[in-house]
Nanobody, 123 residues
Framework: QVQLVESGGGLVQAGGSLRLSCAASGRTFSRYAMGWFRQAPGKEREFVAA????????YGADSVKGRFTMSRDNAKNTVYLQINNLKPEDTAVYYC????????????????WGQGTQVTVSS
């Protein structure tokens, strides 16, 4: 099992940047592909970005390409989501996800979730 704790969310003005972090417990972090999802009020949870086990494969939703960058540091058991040029429509709770068997994607997620971190973008 792995436990995930997100941090780094907050209130930011449109055009600003944030870096979200997701710290994982355990010694087997490198065995998990990782993903970020988000859920806005009244909407379903949606895929944002994912990274493979070694970190040399990064995937993002079309809606965030060019603005969101995901990375991982296996030595620190942590993944990051750098969000630039934030827009009000990026307002959501952002969740970290871990999957041993496949890279998370739209409609596909692993069994392990963090508690989420709130990102609010003001216009």
């Amino acid at each position: 099992q792995v436990q995930l704790v997100e941090s780094g969310g907050g209130l930011v003005q449109a055009g600003g940047s944030l870096r979200l972090s997701c710290a994982a417990s355990g010694r087997t972090f490198s065995r998990y592909a990782m993903g970020w999802f988000r859920q806005a009020p009244g909407k379903e949870r949606e895929f944002v970005a994912a990274i493979n086990w070694s970190g040399n494969g990064v995937y993002g939703a079309d809606s965030v390409k060019g603005r969101f960058t995901m990375s991982r540091d296996n030595a620190k058991n942590t993944v990051y989501l750098q969000i630039n040029n934030l827009k009000p429509e990026d307002t959501a709770v952002y969740y970290c996800n871990a999957d041993q068997n496949r890279v998370p994607a739209a409609g596909t997620s692993g069994d392990y979730w963090g508690q989420g971190t709130q990102v609010t973008v003001s216009s």
